[in-house]
T-cell receptor, first 114, second 114 residues
């Protein structure tokens, strides 16, 4: 089955710096890659997603890139702010399946210091 | 607000007891998913329902069961509770069964078993 690895497990940056979180997946048939932000004790919130027919997607300060050949995708946050502090999860869905097969990474705890 | 409603927000009970967690999906969504998140852990898929029918099972214990009613709300029943069942339980919904529409999470029910 699909396996998603996520690095780093923790990331500390200064306000205004950029943050990059990387994930690799094992199933070459995976075709949907969402990213979720989870604040302490709260629900995971979808912040951006990308499908396998696209190499990059941006939404204001957040971007995701996908390299299908290398089977990895990354989340880029620019001009970080203290409110970006949270745990970020990447995920992947194997092709031809649905969210019952959604596999999450282990999460990255991002801390943005003022 | 994701539009997915979960009740109760918090639940404290003793070992051996039985509890019911309730979820109302977003308006128009037919699929409901249940996830378990233990302390500092990722999200583990438990079970999926689509339009009243069970569609997929994940790492769900035999002591746990769920159902989806004609009005599409879902209940997760946890019985013979153990200390290790303490966790955040999230419900999520989406329109179909595939990965073509985003998955939206409710705010979760925090279960504490003492």
């Amino acid at each position: 089955g699909e396996n998603v690895e996520q690095h780093p497990s923790t990331l500390s940056v200064q306000e205004g710096d950029s943050a990059v979180i990387k994930c690799t997946y094992s199933d070459s048939a995976s075709n949907y890659f969402p990213w979720y932000k989870q604040e302490l004790g709260k629900r995971p919130q979808l912040i951006i997603d990308i499908r396998s027919n696209v190499g990059e997607k941006k939404d204001q300060r957040i971007a995701v890139t996908l390299n299908k050949t290398a089977k990895h995708f990354s989340l880029h946050i620019t001009e970080t702010q203290p409110e970006d502090s949270a745990v970020y999860f990447c995920a992947a869905i194997p092709g031809g399946t649905g969210f019952q097969k959604l596999v999450f990474g282990t999460g990255t705890r991002l801390l943005v210091s003022p | 607000d994701s539009g997915v409603t979960q009740t109760p927000k918090h639940l404290i009970t003793a070992t051996g007891q039985r509890v019911t967690l309730r979820c109302s999906p977003r308006s128009g969504d037919l699929s409901v998913y249940w996830y378990q998140q233990s302390l500092d852990q990722g999200l583990q898929f438990l079970i999926q329902y689509y339009n009243g029918e069970e569609r997929a099972k994940g790492n769900i214990l035999e002591r746990f069961s769920a159902q989806q009613f004609p009005d599409l709300h879902s209940e997760l029943n946890l019985s013979s509770l153990e200390l290790g069942d303490s966790a955040l339980y999230f419900c999520a919904s989406t329109y179909g069964t595939g990965g073509n529409s985003p998955l939206h999470f409710g705010n979760g029910t925090r279960l504490t078993v003492t």
